[in-house]
């Protein structure tokens, strides 16, 4: 673990959610070489293996905007980056950065932070007052349809938006980043995809390969005035028909093992 006290106030932050993307089908196209992108910035180049803090979007992001991002899949006790100020935590150490706030956006915005949403999955549409709760933690949050799952080019639409709100701010910026792509339905990342056929693993795959192909961008972006610490994470996986299930928000391993990966991006590495 990198020690957070010496990277806030001086790096930008993202948090990248690719949400719902699986551990296996993560691993998979990386040691196929189908993530050149990824696989770039990823320390070693491989995905860490790691626990999710729920089994679907609110719970997970819920829990990792108050510091409990997902945890490592071995026997712990695991310190963590960042930690709310919690009398008898067992995973704050030394290097983590505690924050006396109840959420990760307002402690960062106490520490000089502008905080920023770009929303991509239902939670985050603001229509209605569930679909508003995590957004209204960040000082500006941004949605929509463009943005959603039903959209096969929302995480170009999002970048876009990004390259909007985020460059030239003298202040530095805590950006989550939730991407739909790899959410159901997927089947159009196919090149012969059919709607009547649905998802599955290959369209979950080819999700993530679109997502690869652009992410880039999002990195040069995000590091092109200061460093930025950098968190992509799923937030929880799906089923394909493992064991008779079919999606999430259920106790299986293919939805609580995610793929994580913690970086820092210098200034200009990207450009």
Not at 235 to 260: F, M, N
Not at 262 to 270: A, D, R
């Amino acid at each position: 673990m990198r020690d957070a006290r010496r990277i806030i106030g001086t790096h930008n932050i993202l948090l990248l959610t690719l949400d719902t993307l699986r551990y296996d089908v993560a691993v998979e196209l990386l040691d196929q070489g189908r993530l050149p992108n990824l696989a770039q910035a990823l320390p070693d180049g491989r995905w860490e293996r790691r626990h999710a803090p729920g089994s679907f979007t609110y719970a997970s992001h819920a829990a990792m905007l108050a510091g409990f991002l997902p945890t490592p899949a071995t026997p712990g006790p695991h310190p963590r980056l960042f930690a709310a100020a919690f009398p008898g935590s067992e995973t704050t150490a030394p290097g983590t950065w505690v924050f006396d706030a109840a959420n990760l956006p307002s402690g960062l915005a106490k520490a000089g932070y502008h905080t920023v949403c770009v929303g991509g999955v239902g939670f985050f549409n603001k229509l209605t007052p569930l679909g508003s709760a995590l957004p209204s933690l960040f000082a500006e949050s941004h949605w929509e349809p463009a943005f959603g799952v039903t959209c096969a080019t929302s995480f170009e639409e999002q970048l876009a938006r990004v390259e909007e709100v985020v460059p030239g701010r003298e202040e530095p910026v805590f950006l989550l980043l939730n991407v739909s792509a790899l959410h159901q339905p997927n089947w159009f990342y196919l090149p012969d995809g059919d709607p009547g056929a649905g998802d599955g693993r290959e369209s979950h795959a080819a999700a993530l390969e679109y997502v690869d192909r652009h992410v880039g961008r999002l990195f040069a972006l995000m590091a092109a005035d200061r460093p930025c610490m950098t968190i992509v994470c799923s937030d929880h996986g799906t089923a394909y028909g493992e064991s008779g299930y079919v999606g999430h928000r259920i106790g299986h391993e293919v939805v609580w093992t995610v793929p994580y990966g913690e970086f820092v991006i210098e200034k200009g590495e990207w450009a």
